[in-house]
C-alpha cells in the first residue's frame, strides 16, 4: 500500500466514489480510496436506486436537483450505461395532513425551479395504470425524478476515477486515525499506514465509528431497512412511487422487477441486517392494496441495509469544526444515493479552493449545537 496521499477517501459506496472521481475530474489525482470490503459493499449495494428531488428542506431540493443535472448526463460523461430512467417520482399522501404538507413542498419546490405538480387520485392511473385511486387522498408527481442501476453507477465513477490515476484499495479496513495539531495526518488500515494531508469520512453507517478514532462525536445512528425483488414482467411503469403515509416505495428495473421497501417505525436502532417475514408481508399487503394486479408475482429474493440516520435527517457534509482536513460524508438518511453526485461537486470545491458552500454550511456537524430544522419526506 502506498505511504502517502493527498486525499485518503475511507469507504468504496457512491459517496466515495462520485468523489474520487470529481476530484480527478478536476486533477487532483492523488487519491487514495480505502475500501474494507468491496465497492458497494455498504447500503449503496443494497439501496433502491431512487433519485427524487421532491424534499421539504431547500438544501435537500437543491441538492437532488444538483445531482439530477448529472446523472442527467453520466452515462455519457463516463461511458458506462448506468441505466438511468427519468420516469418521474410520485408521492402519495392518505390525509388531509400530507396534503397540506404537500401543497407546501409543491410551493416551495416550484419557487426553486422544480416542476412538481399535484395530481387528483383520478389523474394517477394515467401515471401507474391499474392503481387503485380508491386508496389515497391525492399525490404529487416530478417528471424529472427518475432511478439508475446503483452498481453501474459505482463502477462508472470508479473505472473513470481510476483511469485518471486514483486508486483503490479494498479489503483494507480503516481502525484508527492519528490526530496532530488540530489535524488528522494518519490512516491507521488493516495493511498499514497512509499520511494523508485530507481524509474524508464517507463510511455511511460506519461513519460513526471512524469519526469516534478522531475523538469527533457523530450523532448518527445505523438503521435497518429492508427492500426486496420480485420476478420481472413486462414494463408497468417507468415511476417510483413513495407513499408519505405508509414509507412505502416501488419501482420498475429496466429488467423488469418490481424492486421496492418500506420503512417500519418499530425498528430500533443498530446493525442488524438480517430479512424478516414482518416485513415481506407488511410491503406485499401494501402493493397489493395500491395496485392489486401485482398479488400475482412472485418474490424472488429480500434483503436489508443499513440507514445512516440524524437527529434532522439531513446529511453531515464538510470540514469537522477544529479538524478542517477531516471532511464528514455522511448521515444521509436513506437519500444519499440521490444527492451523491451534487454532494461530491460541492465537497471537492471544498478540497480544491476551501469554497464552502451554503448547503455545506447548513449541513456542517456544528448545526446540531443549535436548533434543528428537519427534512419531512423521509421514507421510513
Ligand atoms: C434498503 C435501502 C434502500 C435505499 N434506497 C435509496 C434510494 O432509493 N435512493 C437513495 O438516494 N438512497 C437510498 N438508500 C440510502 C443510500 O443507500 C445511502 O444513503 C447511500 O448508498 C450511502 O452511500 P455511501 O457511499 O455514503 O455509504 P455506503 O454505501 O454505506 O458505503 C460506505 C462504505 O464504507 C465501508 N467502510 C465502513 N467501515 C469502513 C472501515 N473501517 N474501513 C474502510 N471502509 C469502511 C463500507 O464497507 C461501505 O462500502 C437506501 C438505503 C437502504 C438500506
Redesign the pocket.
Known amino acids: 500500500m502506498r505511504a502517502s496521499a493527498d486525499v485518503v477517501i475511507?469507504?468504496?459506496?457512491?459517496?466515495?466514489?462520485a468523489l474520487a472521481y470529481t476530484l480527478a475530474k478536476r486533477g487532483i489525482r492523488d487519491v487514495l480510496v480505502?475500501?474494507?470490503?468491496?465497492?458497494?459493499?455498504?447500503?449503496?449495494?443494497?439501496?433502491?436506486?431512487?433519485?427524487?428531488q421532491q424534499f421539504t428542506s431547500e438544501s435537500n431540493i437543491r441538492l437532488a436537483m444538483g445531482s439530477v443535472r448529472i446523472y442527467e448526463g453520466l452515462s455519457e460523461e463516463l461511458d458506462y450505461d448506468i441505466e438511468y430512467v427519468q420516469g418521474g417520482y410520485l408521492m402519495l399522501a392518505e390525509t388531509e395532513q400530507e396534503l397540506e404538507l404537500q401543497r407546501k413542498a409543491v410551493a416551495l419546490q416550484n419557487e426553486l425551479g422544480l416542476p412538481s405538480r399535484a395530481l387528483s387520485p383520478e389523474e394517477v392511473p394515467e401515471i401507474v395504470p391499474l392503481f387503485d385511486t380508491s386508496t389515497i387522498a391525492g399525490a404529487t408527481f416530478c417528471p424529472t425524478d427518475g432511478?439508475a442501476n446503483?452498481f453501474r453507477v459505482v463502477e462508472g465513477y470508479l473505472r473513470a476515477a481510476k483511469g485518471l490515476g486514483v486508486k483503490l484499495q479494498k479489503f483494507?479496513?480503516?481502525?484508527d486515525l492519528t490526530v496532530r495539531g488540530g489535524r488528522v495526518t494518519e490512516v491507521v488500515?488493516s495493511r498499514g499506514k497512509v499520511a494523508a494531508g485530507v481524509v474524508v469520512n464517507?463510511?455511511?453507517?460506519?461513519?460513526k465509528?471512524?469519526a469516534a478514532m478522531a475523538g469527533v462525536e457523530l450523532p448518527n445512528q445505523p438503521v435497518?431497512?429492508?427492500?426486496l425483488a420480485t420476478e420481472p414482467v413486462q414494463p408497468i411503469t417507468d415511476v417510483?412511487v413513495v407513499s408519505l403515509h405508509t414509507g412505502i416505495?416501488f419501482s420498475q428495473t429496466v429488467q423488469g422487477q418490481i424492486v421496492g421497501?418500506i420503512g417500519d417505525p418499530a425498528e430500533r436502532p443498530g446493525y442488524n441486517i438480517r430479512s424478516s417475514f414482518r416485513f415481506l408481508r407488511r410491503f406485499l399487503s401494501e402493493l397489493v392494496r395500491h395496485i392489486p394486479a401485482l398479488g400475482q408475482l412472485a418474490v424472488l429474493r429480500q434483503?436489508?441495509?443499513?440507514?445512516?440516520v440524524t437527529p434532522d435527517a439531513q446529511p453531515i457534509l464538510g470540514p469537522t469544526p477544529g479538524l478542517e482536513n477531516f471532511i464528514q460524508?455522511?448521515g444521509?438518511?436513506?437519500?444519499?444515493?440521490?444527492?451523491?453526485p451534487k454532494v461530491a461537486e460541492l465537497l471537492a470545491d471544498y478540497i480544491e479552493r476551501g469554497e464552502v458552500s451554503e448547503d455545506l454550511r447548513r449541513l456542517s456537524l456544528s448545526r446540531f449545537e443549535g436548533e434543528l430544522k428537519g427534512e419531512a419526506f423521509v421514507?421510513g
Not at 464517507?202 to 461513519?207: E, H, K, L, Q
Not at 444521509?332 to 451523491?340: E, N, R, T, V
Open positions: 475511507i469507504g468504496a459506496g457512491v459517496t466515495g466514489a480505502l475500501e474494507r470490503r468491496f465497492p458497494c459493499a455498504g447500503a449503496t449495494g443494497r439501496c433502491g436506486g431512487g433519485i427524487r432511478h446503483p483494507t479496513e480503516v481502525t488500515t464517507a463510511a455511511g453507517a460506519w461513519s465509528r471512524i435497518r431497512h429492508e427492500i417510483m416505495y421497501g434483503w436489508a441495509g443499513l440507514y445512516d460524508a455522511n444521509y438518511s436513506g437519500h444519499g444515493f440521490m444527492i451523491a421514507v
